[in-house]
């Protein structure tokens, strides 16, 4: 990916709300980015504060008419540039509120994010493209069973579910709800990820299957490439509907193996991670587009699958100004440098902390540094010691300790009363705030 026109100077860009997949997605994309400085709201404590260097909690839900408020007071606060809409509800109600708003929001035109907001909207919108289900305006109008309804306004899986006959149905859609009820789709689900550049042409579309979902999520997702048939789609809606950006659109195959149509998006999508980890940085060119730059895009097509999970991410009270470091089965593990202990060793070297390598290793630190392509600058000093020697009295209050050693662990923390470390508690350490 390359810009055409160049850039003169850092954009500030504000995400809300920052701690959805779809935040921490446009996060992971834009965190090393030399043209942005990146912002999180939210509304609720979450996982934002854990990964945004700046990150303004208690901001109203996007459905409270207090947003727009709270929101331009951190746009002036922080000469905000831009905001880019992190969830569904928030796209619509910032894109209704682009007049109020004190900086441009990330964002296709209004009447595209109204219309792929409501899935009914949407499927009447495209009516008679040969890709659309069949799709039924009540229960009576249905035909036979089973049949798939999901709300009509909604995300990920919620609500969503098959019928498999009339009482059923009049049940579920007796609770208030607007539903889409749709004709029954047994294949394989896919999702196809977009890129409309400024000018209105298509220049992406990646289409991944989604192999196991988990709350609405695909976190196994298999891309593959496109056949004609999700071609002639992404193009057709593309001509129908005007985006400014990443988009994408979900499709499932009935049962003869032809492609329907389930949903569009005019957002980013949490594992479009997919398409930017082969070169195509969505969250980026989207920018771009807001800037007025005009873009290459490379695809590697190297990043196949992508497999998600939990990850965990620490808040701690300790402060600290020295870091104490074994070298034997510490920052080497195996044979190999323990890379999850280097990163925190730069992470401490880039907070200004004092690194100090103690070790008892049986052959010149030095020469086994070097082997390793350790640079022994990472460390303030380098304490050698003799094999039966106590670490205890060369550590200095206001430190940490980090060893394999339970025995040295210990000793250290009985001793001089400091936190001691674990390979397994280091990641426990590690701020992944940018």
């Known amino acids: 990916m390359k810009e055409v026109t160049r850039m003169s100077e850092v954009k500030n860009v504000l995400v809300f709300p920052a701690g959805t997949e779809i935040a921490l997605e446009i996060h992971d994309a834009l965190k090393f980015s030399k043209f942005v400085r990146l912002f999180g709201a939210t509304s609720v404590p979450c996982h934002a504060e854990f990964v945004y260097a700046v990150c303004e909690e208690n901001v109203p839900n996007a459905d409270d008419p207090a947003l727009i408020d709270a929101l331009n007071a951190i746009i002036d606060k922080y000469s905000i540039d831009y905001v880019y809409p992190a969830h569904d509800s928030a796209l619509l109600s910032l894109a209704r509120a682009q007049a109020r708003l004190h900086a441009p929001v990330v964002s296709s035109p209004l009447e595209t994010v109204e219309i792929c907001r409501s899935k009914n909207k949407t499927y009447e919108f495209l009516k008679g493209a040969p890709y659309l289900p069949q799709s039924y305006p009540d229960a009576a109008s249905v035909p036979g069973f089973p049949v798939f309804i999901k709300p ?97 659109f979900q499709l499932k195959k009935n049962a003869a193996g032809e492609y329907r149509l389930m949903e569009i998006a005019p957002r980013i999508a949490g594992t479009m991670c997919v398409a930017r980890n082969a070169g195509v940085n969505m969250p980026m060119l989207t920018l771009f587009n807001m800037f007025g730059c005009d873009v290459g895009i490379i695809d590697n097509a190297n990043a196949e699958l992508v497999d998600r999970a939990f990850i965990s991410r620490f808040e701690t009270d300790i402060s600290y100004d020295t870091v104490y470091v074994d070298f034997d089965d510490t920052v080497t593990v195996r044979g190999k440098v323990n890379t999850v202990l280097m990163m925190f060793l730069y992470q401490a070297r880039n907070a200004g902390k004092r690194i100090v390598l103690l070790t008892k290793h049986a052959r010149d630190i030095a020469q086994s540094l070097d082997e390793y392509a350790v640079s022994p600058r990472l460390f303030d000093e380098i304490v050698h010691l003799d094999p039966g020697a106590d670490k205890t009295p060369y550590i200095r209050p206001n430190s940490i300790f980090i060893d394999d050693s339970f025995a040295e662990r210990k000793a250290v923390h009985d001793s001089c009363g400091i936190p001691v470390f674990d390979l397994d508690m280091v990641e426990s350490l590690l701020d992944w705030r940018a």
């Open 152 to 248: 009509s306004v909604g995300q990920g899986a919620v609500g969503a579910r098959r019928i498999d006959d009339m009482p059923h149905l009049v049940e579920a859609l007796s609770d208030g709800v607007e539903y889409a009820i749709c004709e029954y789709l047994p294949g394989d689900e896919f999702t196809v990820d977009c890129f409309t550049d400024r000018h209105g042409q298509l220049r992406f579309a990646a289409p991944r299957q989604r192999m196991r979902i988990r709350a609405g999520i695909s976190v196994r997702s298999r891309r593959f490439a496109p056949d004609e048939g999700i071609l002639s789609i992404a193009r057709d809606i593309n001509s129908r509907l005007a985006f400014n950006g990443a988009w994408f």
